[in-house]
């Protein structure tokens, strides 16, 4: 994806950017400490809107075109953010939160690269730190090898369509984005790594990250089994 594309097709009001920075200040409220890493800090979507909010925060993103995108926004300088692979670069700093949001955990492609990626959070945090994850549930009818078409966004000025196919064997989603804008349209294909709420949890038992709650959005609504997505927290026992 062109980092530059990226705010146009994801504007910060869509994505419940006030909502997810204020669970994660309720958060660091709890530890009186407000820093945070963002694995995957794109074009700084979340991260500069927590600056606003007094975080202390920093980042990592593998994509040097989002990561270009980021620089150019003001108060961009004031982040740290390293180039390279999240689930394995280390900052070497502590931090209270560790956030991986809008299903980024899913484009690791592989089991073992997203235990990886749940250790390099735990790596990160300070004892009682917490690492909070957002991803999609897929939903019954998603669970077929034929293509499947959903709306995703519906909003004045954008509809997103969603063309999917799961493969069970691979545990892989194929999906394919139909932005449709008064400007035109513009087609994303993504290929994701499907992991279940309870795979996410055995693999952040792995890492030493008993899951602390679940939620269904940020606004801390009950997870259920008609939940479309999950807000899920995973807590570093203190020592």
Not at 40 to 53: F, H, Y
């Amino acid at each position: 994806m062109i980092g530059g594309d990226y705010d146009g097709l994801y504007p910060a009001g869509l994505l419940d950017t006030d909502a997810s920075a204020a669970l994660l200040s309720r958060l660091a409220e709890e530890q009186g400490d407000k820093s945070l890493l963002e694995l995957g800090i794109g074009t700084g979507r979340l991260a500069l809107a927590l600056l606003d909010q007094g975080f202390e925060v920093a980042g990592i993103e593998g994509s040097e075109s989002m990561l270009a995108a980021f620089r150019e926004k003001p108060r961009s300088e004031e982040i740290e953010v390293a180039l390279g692979d999240f689930a394995q670069v280390d900052l070497e700093r502590k931090f209270s939160i560790v956030a991986l949001v809008f299903n980024t955990i899913f484009g690791l492609l592989s089991q073992e690269t997203q235990i990886s990626c749940f250790r390099n959070a735990a790596r990160h945090l300070r004892p009682g730190g917490v690492f909070v994850v957002e991803a999609y549930v897929l939903q019954p009818d998603q669970l077929s090898a034929d293509w499947k078409v959903s709306p995703r966004t519906i909003h004045h000025e954008q509809v997103e369509l969603q063309l999917s196919r799961y493969d069970a064997a691979e545990q892989t989603l194929e999906r394919v984005m139909v932005h449709l804008r008064e400007e035109g349209t513009r087609l994303l294909t993504v290929k994701d790594r499907y992991a279940w709420p309870g795979e996410l949890d055995a693999m952040a038992l792995i890492a030493g990250l008993p899951l602390k709650a679940r939620y269904s959005n940020w606004e801390e609504a009950p997870f259920t089994s008609s939940s479309r997505k999950h807000v899920s927290v995973y807590e570093l026992p203190g020592t």
